[in-house]
């Protein structure tokens, strides 16, 4: 008889960020359209101007940007006493700026936060090349299903079998009924920036990236000249 060992290994890696892509809003209001879109766009003009200056796509500091069309719309606003004021006009538009250099993407946003009307960072976007995103997950689940194997040995062990042997691997919850279903592969948690401190020049602080991955292993052991711990074989999840 043969004993049947299902178990779920897991392996978390982390890894400093590579690139900062920085999500800004450039935006006004006022009484009359045609100023509040005029100052977007000069300000954008500006802000265009910044980055073209540092824009290199193969050595940085700035690898690659974009600008979305600038939205207008208009709305009129309520008072505490409950009455509708006059029309206020809006006008924003958006641009990302991915940075290899982290001190260049504080120096840069520091600046434009002082210097430049209507700025404003909604967020980095932390992130890793694609060469290293695909290296870490080939890391990660390979130490996933080593994991796995050596939970199942474990269990083997504890039974007093022998070597166990792998029937099937897969992504965690795609073995079959039972089983907690999880996301496969790897999953990717940013860090947000820490907003500057005391006044002084802003840095932008990036935390690690967390890798992480889990897997579902079958594995079996012959129990045939086993101790009396096998028993007659079975089933055994972990």
């Known amino acids: ?42 300000e954008l003009e500006s802000v265009k101007t910044s980055v073209q200056a540092l824009h290199d796509p193969g050595h940085g500091p700035v690898t690659w940007w974009s600008t979305q ?16 004021l006059p029309l206020v006009h809006h006008a924003s538009v958006g641009v990302e700026v991915k940075f290899s250099d982290f001190a260049a993407l504080s120096q840069w946003v520091g600046r434009h936060a002082k210097e430049t009307p209507g700025f404003s960072l909604s967020r980095v976007a932390w992130a890793l090349t694609e060469g290293r995103r695909k290296e870490l997950e080939r890391t990660v689940r390979t130490r996933a299903v080593q994991d796995a194997a050596r939970r199942a040995q474990e269990y083997a062990d504890a039974l007093g079998l022998g070597p166990v042997a ?27 920036a820490a907003p500057p401190s005391g006044g002084g020049e802003l840095e932008l602080l990036p935390e690690d990236i967390e890798v992480t991955t889990s897997v579902d292993a079958r594995f079996v052991v012959d129990a045939v000249g086993a101790g009396s711990a096998a028993g007659s074989g079975g ?4």
């Open 235 to 238: 089933s055994t999840t972990g």
């Open 166 to 192: 792998p029937v099937a691997i897969a992504d965690a919850g795609m073995l079959g009924e039972g089983l907690d279903p999880s996301t496969g592969g790897g999953e990717y948690l940013r860090a947000g």
């Open 69 to 84: 069309h600038v939205r207008t719309w208009a709305n009129r606003p309520w008072n505490k006493d409950g009455v509708q």
């Open 1 to 42: 008889m043969s004993t049947e060992i299902t178990v779920r290994g897991s392996f978390t890696a982390f890894h400093r960020p590579e690139r900062g892509t920085a999500h800004v809003t450039i935006g006004f209001e006022g009484p009359d359209p045609q100023p509040v879109y005029e100052r977007v766009v000069r």
